[in-house]
């Protein structure tokens, strides 16, 4: 099977603007999850998507946002670019499971969001 | 509340010696367990899972990680480091209270010195 794909690879953007960033799970896999990592504040969570539903968000401003289609094909959209979003913005895809369990989540390389 | 403390932020070893990880963790149910594996410029790799089956848990490259529910602790262990495993590992906890949500170390970096 294929791995999780995301792209672009590389967006480099300047403040104000917007960007979505784009995340196809493995096959068969319903849920999509996104994180933010930073070296200051390491690996965190943004939100997760199952079935088309936004099922946990993390603590993040609402200018960042999701959706996701029912091939579970994931976005993220940042609006309103502002210097602090550079990071690596990383996808993961899971089975997920419709009680919301824990399983396995296997990550995609990676966007690196360079905001000048 | 679902938490996870990487006890060391920086471990050297040398090529050929034993490596040690250390992670503790809370979770108010029975959590699940893993830890990642991220090289320079790389996405995350899993290494192990724990799913309260075996407390010792076999991964890939090496790698395994004992389940200890006294001590709250999943440390990984490699009995001879490679060159090829220097990089960061994260543990990661989520349990049912979680849903699916990961809740990540601040990693470990790991060199390996020839």
């Known amino acids: 099977k294929a791995g999780v794909t995301q792209t672009p690879r590389y967006l480099i953007k300047t403040r104000g603007q917007q960007v979505t960033l784009s995340c196809s799970p493995i096959?068969?896999?319903?849920?999509v999850s996104w994180y933010q990592q930073t070296p200051g504040q390491g690996l965190q969570f943004l939100f997760e998507?199952?079935?088309?539903?936004?099922?946990n968000k993390g603590n993040f401003p609402g200018r960042f946002s999701g959706r996701q289609f029912s091939n579970s094909r994931s976005e993220m959209n940042v609006s309103t670019l502002e210097l602090g979003d550079s990071a690596l913005y990383l996808c993961?895809?899971?089975?997920?499971?419709?009680?919301?369990?824990?399983?396995?989540?296997?990550f995609g390389p990676g966007t690196r969001l360079t905001v000048l | 509340a679902q938490s996870v403390t990487q006890l060391d932020s920086h471990v050297s070893v040398s090529e050929g010696t034993p490596v040690l990880l250390r992670c503790n963790y809370s979770?108010?149910?029975?959590?699940?367990l893993f830890w990642y594996v991220q090289h320079p410029n790389k996405g995350l790799q899993l290494l192990l899972k724990?799913?309260?089956?075996?407390?010792l848990v076999k991964g890939i490259n090496g790698f395994e990680a004992e389940f200890k529910k006294s001590e709250t602790s999943f440390h990984l262990t490699k009995p001879s480091a490679h060159m090829s495993d220097a990089a960061e590992y994260f543990c990661?906890?989520?349990?049912?209270?979680?849903?699916?949500?990961?809740?990540f170390g601040t990693g470990t970096s790991l060199t390996v010195i020839p």
């Open positions: 724990y799913t309260s089956a075996a407390t």
């Open positions: 993961a895809s899971s089975l997920g499971a419709a009680s919301g369990a824990a399983g396995t989540q296997y």
């Open positions: 979770s108010s149910y029975s959590p699940s």
């Open positions: 096959s068969g896999h319903r849920s």
């Open positions: 990661v906890v989520s349990d049912r209270g979680t849903g699916n949500q990961f809740y």
């Open positions: 998507y199952f079935s088309e539903t936004q099922r």
